[in-house]
Nanobody, 122 residues
């Protein structure tokens, strides 16, 4: 198993930036495909970004492509999400998730963090 804890959320003005972190403990971090999801009030949880075991291959939702960057440091057991040019519609609780295989886009990852709130004011 792996345990995940997100940090780095907060309140930011539109156009600003934030970097989220997700620290992992437990089984070898590099064994997992890692993803970021978000859930806004009244909406379903949606895919944001994912990266493969070494971070060599990355995937993004169209809504964040060009603004968000996912990366990982396997030596530090940490996943990151750099968010630039933030918009009010990016406001949500952001979750990191881990899986050993399967589609990176589906929200059926077996391991999830508790989430961190990101609020973007207009």
């Amino acid at each position: 198993q792996v345990q995940l804890v997100e940090s780095g959320g907060g309140l930011v003005q539109a156009g600003g930036s934030l970097r989220l972190s997700c620290e992992a403990s437990g089984r070898t971090f590099s064994s997992y495909v890692m993803g970021w999801f978000r859930q806004a009030p009244g909406k379903e949880r949606e895919f944001v970004a994912a990266c493969t075991y070494s971070g060599g291959r990355t995937y993004y939702a169209d809504s964040v492509k060009g603004r968000f960057t996912i990366s990982r440091d396997n030596a530090k057991n940490t996943l990151y999400l750099r968010m630039n040019s933030l918009r009010p519609e990016d406001t949500a609780v952001y979750y990191c998730a881990a899986r050993l295989g399967g589609s990176v886009y589906l929200n059926d990852y077996p391991y999830w963090g508790p989430g961190t709130q990101v609020t973007v004011s207009s």
